[in-house]
């Protein structure tokens, strides 16, 4: 396609989905729906109309047209270098590395887990890592005429959710069209507009977000919620839209360095089950010598599902007398460690802390929160609605509480980067939200009509279906890659539960496997064994978990765009 063709179809063009503009789609497995509309994620092929001629043209076919001359092994090589062109520099040196004659798949391993050129790319940032590592080695087999189904990379907690940026590209268009209009008519010196009737598009003061988006989003999140409109209306007033969850905890752990009165130290406090990027934000920034922190590490049991209790609480502050600024990091559904708190142990640890520092900060990581069933989420969170009993925590002590949450993983937008923090509490927020202020200009309107569009799902039924069975998808493959792994047939034929698993597995619970919780299955290795080794030996690839308890495998299946585990679900 010629450039000048290119301009005039982003020009004269509008998005169509599936022939029809407002039709529903779905799409469907053997045991996986998930439907959308038109304007969240979608899962069907994107086109584009071209208002002139009425033709056609899908987003596949936009991106390859010029291409359809090519033979079949230039084919082949570009639909390689597509899938794998973010990472084609390794895969290049990689593969040269291994010469030309034939290979093992222990073979491309080995070598690409050597290769300190890839190590250089992520070296402190393990997940990261293993998932590069993992992604190369993939691509080279497939290269070397290898099946690339022998290889899952369940590493990163990524999603994977059919393309819909073709949507955003035309919200953006559309915007950005109308930005020009503005400047073109009123910064003309003969402008006759009326600026009141213009867009705002400068910096957002209060790095907050619209007013509008944040009610929109945070009453859906209410449906898994359950607090009562008063409680809303404070979340909504002490907000703030960010650049996904990770950004969020970023700014939160930053404002409470910034602000830890001299000369102390703000002392981050966290179990040995916290998500991984969450200690790479207290520990890896800058040396703790030049930075005011100090950072504690609580032990956790498999006996308790590797969350907090109250005892670890009380002899973490036996040890350790409260400090003047302090907060605790709490993710009562588990990244990394697949489980989730009950709501009695919830509420048992937030009193254990509050009664020895009622100045505490908690910083309640709530992003798998609504991976669970809306009951199951309610029930786990009575226990932060006051009621002035001992069946919930005191409204003094709610208001010590922040909130971050995300749509990276409930509703499968990682890469959208959509995050929110609130709190009740507003001098809290605004304490909190202080190296936002500082360091933001804000999330934006893109990010703005993102959230409203993501908020307006509490009225639209079968979307908040489609994000259900997405949801159950997980559960079903969780579980059966549980069993595949370890208590299955495959497993014991190839003695994989004797030679790579730890006997103890005890925090895996039947009753948590049957139900959605997220995305992971945390499993405990035996001494010696690394992810690496198990990688080799199934083709499925975790990330090292180092806990209190030993070594663990976190392995991820929010990648799977189908069923590739669940048919094992129900084997003994």
């Given at each position: 396609m010629t450039t000048g063709k290119k301009k005039m179809m982003r020009r004269s063009t509008?998005?169509?989905?599936?022939?029809?503009?407002?039709?529903?789609?779905?799409?469907?497995?053997?045991?996986?729906?998930?439907?959308?509309?038109?304007?969240?994620?979608?899962?069907?092929?994107?086109?584009?109309?071209?208002?002139?001629?009425?033709?056609?043209?899908?987003?596949?076919?936009?991106?390859?047209?010029?291409?359809?001359?090519?033979?079949?092994?230039?084919?082949?090589?570009?639909?390689?270098?597509?899938?794998?062109?973010?990472?084609?520099?390794?895969?290049?040196?990689?593969?040269?590395?291994?010469?030309?004659?034939?290979?093992?798949?222990?073979?491309?391993?080995?070598?690409?887990?050597?290769?300190?050129?890839?190590?250089?790319?992520?070296?402190?940032?393990?997940?990261?890592?293993?998932?590069?590592?993992?992604?190369?080695?993939?691509?080279?087999?497939?290269?070397?005429?290898?099946?690339?189904?022998?290889?899952?990379?369940?590493?990163?907690?990524?999603?994977?959710?059919?393309?819909?940026?073709?949507?955003?590209?035309?919200?953006?268009?559309?915007?950005?069209?109308?930005?020009?209009?503005?400047?073109?008519?009123?910064?003309?010196?003969?402008?006759?507009?009326?600026p009141d009737s213009l867009p705002e598009i400068g910096y957002d003061l209060l790095s907050k977000g619209s007013e509008a988006s944040r009610r929109a989003v945070l009453n859906l999140f209410n449906e898994h919620y359950g607090f009562d409109n008063s409680t809303i209306e404070q979340f909504i007033k002490s907000s703030a839209i960010t650049s996904?969850?990770?950004?969020?905890?970023?700014?939160?752990?930053?404002?409470?360095?910034?602000?830890?009165?001299?000369?102390?130290?703000?002392?981050?406090?966290?179990?040995?089950?916290?998500?991984?990027?969450?200690?790479?934000?207290?520990?890896?920034?800058?040396?703790?010598?030049?930075?005011?922190?100090?950072?504690?590490?609580?032990?956790?049991?498999?006996?308790?599902?590797?969350?907090?209790?109250?005892?670890?609480?009380?002899?973490?502050?036996?040890?350790?007398?409260?400090?003047?600024?302090?907060?605790?990091?709490?993710?009562?559904?588990?990244?990394?460690?697949?489980?989730?708190?009950?709501r009695q142990q919830l509420l048992d640890v937030l009193n254990a802390i509050f009664k020895h520092n009622p100045q505490a900060v908690i910083i309640l990581d709530s992003v798998y929160v609504r991976t669970l069933t809306r009951q199951a989420a309610k029930d786990l969170f009575s226990c932060l609605k006051p009621d002035n009993t001992s069946n919930t925590i005191s409204k003094q002590n709610l208001d010590q509480i922040i909130f971050v949450e995300s749509f990276s993983k409930s509703h499968g937008l990682c890469r959208e980067r959509?995050?929110?923090?609130?709190?009740?509490?507003?001098?809290?927020?605004?304490?909190?939200?202080?190296?936002?202020?500082?360091?933001?200009?804000?999330?934006?309107?893109?990010?703005?009509?993102?959230?409203?569009?993501?908020?307006?799902?509490?009225?639209?039924?079968?979307?908040?279906?489609?994000?259900?069975a997405l949801h159950q998808f997980w559960q079903k493959e969780r579980k059966g890659l549980w069993k595949y792994l370890v208590q299955g047939q495959k497993a014991k034929e190839k003695g994989w539960t004797e030679k790579l698993w730890d006997k103890d597995q005890s925090h895996v619970k039947e009753s948590e496997m049957n139900e959605p919780l997220g995305l992971y299955l945390l499993l405990k290795a035996r001494d010696g064994v690394k992810a690496q080794d198990i990688f080799e030996e199934t083709g499925i690839l975790g990330v090292d978990t180092k806990m209190g308890s030993g070594h663990y495998v976190r392995f991820s299946v929010g990648k799977l765009q189908k069923p590739v585990f669940s048919s094992f679900a129900e084997q003994n």
């Open positions: 509008k998005l169509v989905c599936s022939g029809a503009r407002r039709r529903r789609s779905s799409y469907k497995n053997s045991n996986f729906s998930y439907k959308s509309g038109s304007v969240v994620r979608s899962n069907v092929s994107f086109q584009w109309r071209n208002q002139e001629n009425g033709s056609v043209t899908s987003i596949k076919n936009y991106a390859t047209q010029s291409n359809v001359e090519q033979n079949n092994d230039t084919k082949n090589a570009t639909t390689h270098n597509k899938k794998y062109g973010h990472i084609q520099e390794f895969v290049t040196l990689v593969n040269n590395k291994l010469g030309s004659g034939q290979v093992k798949l222990k073979d491309v391993l080995t070598t690409v887990w050597q290769e300190e050129a890839i190590t250089a790319q992520c070296r402190d940032f393990i997940i990261r890592l293993t998932s590069l590592r993992g992604e190369v080695s993939k691509a080279v087999w497939e290269m070397r005429g290898g099946n690339p189904d022998e290889v899952q990379i369940l590493a990163v907690g990524t999603t994977a959710i059919p393309n819909h940026i073709p949507q955003l590209l035309q919200f953006f268009n559309n915007f950005y069209s109308l930005s020009t209009q503005h400047y073109k008519s009123s910064h003309s010196v003969n402008s006759s507009s009326n996904g969850g990770m950004r969020g905890l970023k700014d939160l752990a930053d404002s409470m360095i910034i602000n830890c009165p001299n000369p102390h130290k703000h002392r981050f406090i966290q179990p040995d089950n916290s998500f991984g990027t969450w200690w790479n934000i207290i520990e890896s920034t800058t040396p703790l010598s030049s930075h005011r922190r100090d950072i504690f590490r609580v032990s956790t049991s498999q006996a308790n599902s590797l969350h907090l209790t109250a005892e670890d609480v009380n002899q973490h502050y036996a040890a350790n007398p409260a400090s003047k600024s302090e907060s605790w990091y709490i993710t009562p559904v588990g990244n990394p460690s697949g489980t989730r708190m009950t959509l995050g929110i923090y609130f709190s009740t509490n507003s001098k809290l927020f605004t304490l909190l939200h202080s190296a936002n202020i500082g360091f933001s200009a804000g999330p934006g309107d893109v990010k703005d009509a993102q959230m409203m569009t993501l908020g307006t799902l509490a009225e639209r039924l079968e979307e908040k279906k489609g994000i259900d």
